[in-house]
Structures are given as C-alpha cells and as structure tokens.
C-alpha cells in the first residue's frame, strides 16, 4: 500500500438514477448526512445513503489502491463464506 495516496473516507448521497454522487460528507459529518438524507426522502428522491465500512475507512486511510481495496473486499467474503458454510 502507498502511503502517498492516502485519502479519507467520505459519507455519500448518490443519485440513483444518474449514478452520480449528489452530497458527499466528511466521517464526522453523518447527522448532517442522515438530515440530508431525509430532506432527499421527503422530496421523494431515489438515492442511496452510502456509508464506508470500517475496513473501507481502514483501507483509505493506509493509502490502499482502489485495486488493493477490491482484493480486500474479495478477501473478506471468502472469509466470512467459510465460516457460514
């Protein structure tokens, strides 16, 4: 992992039906998300509340790849298949 290209995990609001991220927040900014979010359901809007998870957080803020992240995530569900099966 590069610790160059560290950058931090952001809370996001995405549009669903132009797949594109309306309202993006800092970690510590998740009341003012959830509120935005429930402005966005009242207005009837289709969208998404997309929160990072904490190996996401964890991954982003060791300067992971977007390439390194996949293998991790694909990592973990391996993991948590042999365990359920």
Do not use: Q, W
Not at 23 to 47: C, H, P, Q, R, V
């Amino acid at each position: 992992m590069s610790s160059d290209s560290k950058k931090e995990s952001t809370i996001k609001l995405i549009d669903l039906n132009f797949h594109e991220v309306i309202y993006e927040f800092a970690m510590d900014e998740i009341d003012e998300a959830y509120a935005m979010a429930k402005e966005l359901e009242e207005a009837g809007a289709n969208f998404e509340l997309r929160i990072p998870s904490v190996t996401e957080t964890l991954a982003d803020s060791l300067g992971a790849s977007e390439e390194e992240k996949k293998e991790i995530e694909r990592e973990l569900e391996e993991e948590i298949d042999e365990h359920n099966s």
